[in-house]
């Protein structure tokens, strides 16, 4: 089955007692039974909830994974992760993380002895110098948030099985549409389903996507334990959401194309981070590892001046100022102020992410109107 009918088909089914072939919300904490312990696969919606159960069987479909599991936020999918480790594990991560994710790992993790080291990933030999016979996780994103590195999955795998440990992909930013970390190694794949997979600005959610039976069960236990479950509702939305994902995808990467050879053409951008450039450093993985560049975008002014990135932020009309991506929408960001606040001006500095740094995630509309914004806005 080709993604775009998987998209649509996979993990779900129609309402048995009706017919409903969209997915009921089924708004319920709890379930009866007939004896107890015996009951129809439910018995309270922290642990099981139909909505969510297509929800994550839909999201294993479309990484060709054998499990799912859905959270409440992204957030609270990582910190799932996060506590199948033990104090005095390490973890190695790139040094251009997004800043939500440093934020857990070195002020709430690292209070419970986990210690984390972050590198620049793109470059394989580095990680391979950060592992110790404590390295228990590796954890990749690519491309990166927000400078659109390309982390090599496939070497990263080798040198966590040869660790000894295990490889988690955040794939938010590419979704599996653009490529399917199990399928290069990854022993999970992590989203933040806010972001494309929903994709209409309307939800926030996270999930987890894994092969293995005993590390989904593990998982599975922390899920229901810790509670970071989300309500159906949220799993309705992001199951409408996902039947979409492909044609809107499309037309991310056709827009973002364009957007960024526009950028690259403008006698005022100095730089322009994007991975379908042939000069990209790590543009051959990419072309490898992924099915297109997708509609994530970064770049500088010349000059490299704060107050010139804050002046072209406040004269976008269509790439609305906000938080979060991925959606139908174009949205425009400053990762100093904003998503990567949390992580030190020093540290941020050294990854190479500078304070005048406009973060773009292009949206399905038109080019030309995106275009005309983009050069009223910088001038």
């Not at 919606?45 to 409440?72: E, V």
């Not at 990582?78 to 440093?102: F, H, M």
């Not at 580095?126 to 927000?146: D, G």
């Not at 794949?189 to 593990?218: C, F, P, W």
């Amino acid at each position: 089955m080709k993604f775009g009918t998987k998209a649509i088909h996979a993990g779900v089914h129609p309402d048995p007692t009706t017919g409903a072939i969209m997915t009921p919300i089924y708004q319920t904490s709890t379930y009866v039974q007939r004896s107890p312990g015996d009951h129809k696969g439910f018995e309270y919606s922290r642990t099981h909830n139909p909505t969510r159960s297509q929800l994550q069987d839909a999201l294993a479909a479309l990484d060709n994974g054998k499990h799912g599991l859905a959270f409440a936020t992204g957030m609270a999918a990582i910190d799932c992760i996060v506590k199948l480790l033990q104090p005095g594990d390490e973890v190695i991560s790139t040094n251009d993380l997004y800043g939500g994710s440093y934020r857990l790992f070195t002020k709430v993790y690292q209070n419970y002895g986990i210690k984390f080291h972050f590198v620049p990933m793109h470059d394989m030999t580095a990680v391979e110098a950060a592992v110790t016979e404590r390295t228990k996780l590796i954890w990749v994103e690519t491309p990166t948030n927000p400078l659109l590195n390309v982390i090599d999955i496939a070497a990263a795998s080798a040198v966590a099985k040869k660790a000894g440990a295990l490889l988690v992909v955040d794939n938010t930013f590419s979704t599996p549409y653009l490529q399917t970390p199990l399928e290069l190694g990854a022993d999970m794949v992590m989203y933040s389903l806010t972001k494309y997979m929903a994709g209409h600005s309307d939800t926030v959610m996270g999930a987890v996507i894994v092969n293995d039976d005993e590390l989904h069960q593990r998982l599975s236990f922390y899920q229901n334990a810790c509670g970071g479950t989300p309500g159906p509702q949220d799993c309705f939305l992001v199951l409408r959401g996902l039947k979409t994902l492909h044609v809107r995808m499309q037309r991310h990467c056709e827009n973002g194309r364009k957007v960024a050879e526009f950028l690259k053409a403008h006698p005022k951008v100095e730089k322009v981070y994007w991975p379908g450039f042939e000069d990209h450093p790590n543009h051959a993985i990419a072309a490898k590892q992924m099915r297109d560049f997708g509609g994530m975008i970064s770049f500088v002014l010349k000059g490299d001046r704060q107050a010139d990135a804050v002046a072209c932020l406040e004269k976008f009309q269509l790439f609305s100022l906000a938080e979060s991506l991925g959606g139908v929408e174009s949205l425009s960001g400053h990762p100093a102020t904003m998503t990567h606040a949390s992580i030190p001006a020093e540290e941020r500095r050294k990854a190479g992410l500078s304070d005048s740094l406009i973060r773009l995630s292009v949206g399905i509309e038109d080019a030309d109107d995106l275009l005309e914004d983009l050069q009223q806005a910088i001038g």
